[in-house]
């Protein structure tokens, strides 16, 4: 059994904030800036070296070659498989690693007035959760987030 939730669930979140349509990114800068606050120092980390490669791929296309994305898009990215979207050091040095995810996103529908799902939760990856098991083995604090709140209940009581 994992000492973290790893799947979404629908029911913690509401719907005002599932409607919101929370993009992963900007879920990964609320969860730096409440770090932020908590005076844990933190780093987001670019792990699958997606800008980078955007760069290249957009340089590549610049000089003529527009066929960049198939020698780019089968890259394993810059750092170990699975490694977390933000790193950081709690109090008394201990580990945290926390994977971000965009949650659910729901729309009204226009026929029905119900709400209705527009895109699914981000869901880890098989290497994501390989890499927080190893880490919460070796007495890291791990979890993966779809909201701030998800990080405060990571956090609550854990440092």
């Given at each position: 059994m994992r000492p973290y939730r790893f799947a979404f669930e629908r029911a913690r979140y509401s719907d005002a904030y599932l409607?919101?349509?929370?993009?992963?990114?900007?879920?990964q800068k609320a969860a730096l800036e409440l770090l932020t606050i908590h005076r844990i120092p933190a780093l987001a980390v670019d792990a699958?070296?997606?800008r980078l490669r955007g760069a290249v791929g957009r340089a590549l296309r610049r000089g003529g070659i527009s066929n960049a994305r198939q020698f780019l898009g089968r890259t394993q990215g810059a750092c170990s498989a699975g490694l977390s979207d933000i790193l950081g050091t709690l109090p008394g040095g201990r580990a945290l690693y926390v994977e971000v995810k965009a949650p659910?996103?729901?729309?009204?529908?226009?026929?029905?007035?119900?709400?209705?799902?527009?895109?699914e939760p981000g869901k880890p990856t098989d290497d994501q959760l390989a890499f927080l098991d190893t880490m919460a083995e070796a007495g890291a604090l791990v979890g993966i987030i779809w909201s701030t709140d998800d990080l405060n209940e990571i956090l609550k009581g854990k440092y």
């Open positions: 409607l919101g349509c929370v993009s992963e990114a900007a879920v699958g070296g997606a659910e996103w729901l729309t009204t529908s226009p026929k029905t007035g119900r709400l209705i799902q527009k895109a």
